[in-house]
């Protein structure tokens, strides 16, 4: 079974803090993504990573970094928290190979921003 | 227009219903169609994978796709109250050589019992 962890379910920082999301996999997979779920606007990606210090700017990559040093390891950072960052976190795993693709996600980080 | 459209709900059925969920797409090279069933508090979790038109089934579940009229369609047979969950449509975009997943906004399912 594939697994990907994240490295809190439940999050609470204050406005201006650095914040660092972790996500792990277990499938050496090449792709991995950063979304976040918001009621009304569904799952919106931030970026993505095709490799080991490879990434890409996803559709709302504002205020948001990311870090691939590992190929396992997949780290979201919000540079400066704020309150419209309140959101739950989904992290993404992806096995793509010819017409075969299929994406894994981990459970979710609620994160607070207060 | 978003390129993934998809109502919402919340859809509520009796136990033992049909149930069918839809999605519209407007772009006309997506080939590759997904449903993921998402319970709360939870990641989402991959149900049906399809590729290009026709039908395919896996148990109590068919996922339909009609590339003519870009709509794509999942049935749930003899729906149960653990078939309660959200339910969000995926299809594949290219960027480069990598996949990425466009999803519509996710029905909520609940089935009564």
């Known amino acids: 079974d594939v697994k990907v962890t994240q490295s809190s379910r439940y999050l609470v920082k204050r406005t201006g803090e650095k914040v660092f999301l972790e996500c792990v996999q277990d499938?050496?997979?090449?792709?991995m993504f950063w979304y976040r779920q918001d009621p009304g606007l569904g799952l919106r990606l931030i970026y993505f990573?095709?490799?080991?210090?490879?990434?890409e700017k996803g559709d709302i990559p504002e205020g948001y970094s990311v870090s691939r040093e590992k190929k396992e390891r997949f780290s979201l950072i919000l540079e400066s928290a704020s309150t419209n960052q309140t959101s739950m976190y989904l992290c993404a795993s992806t096995l793509q190979q010819g017409i075969r693709y299929e994406q894994y996600f981990g459970p979710g980080t609620r994160l607070t921003v207060t | 227009q978003k390129e993934v459209e998809q109502d919402p709900g919340p859809l509520s059925v009796p136990e033992g219903a049909i149930v069918s969920l839809n999605c519209t797409y407007s772009?006309?090279?997506?080939?590759?169609f997904m449903w993921y069933r998402q319970y709360s508090r939870k990641g989402p979790e991959l149900l049906m994978y399809t590729y290009s038109s026709g039908n395919k089934e896996d148990g109590r579940f068919t996922a339909q796709v009609d590339k003519s009229s870009k709509y794509i369609s999942l049935f749930i047979r003899d729906s149960q109250p653990s078939d309660s969950a959200t339910y969000l449509c995926a299809m594949i975009s290219y960027s480069g050589n990598t996949g990425k997943l466009i999803f519509g906004q996710g029905t909520t399912l609940q089935v009564k019992p």
């Open positions: 990573s095709y490799d080991v210090k490879m990434k």
């Open positions: 772009n006309s090279a997506f080939q590759y």
């Open positions: 499938m050496d997979h090449e792709n």
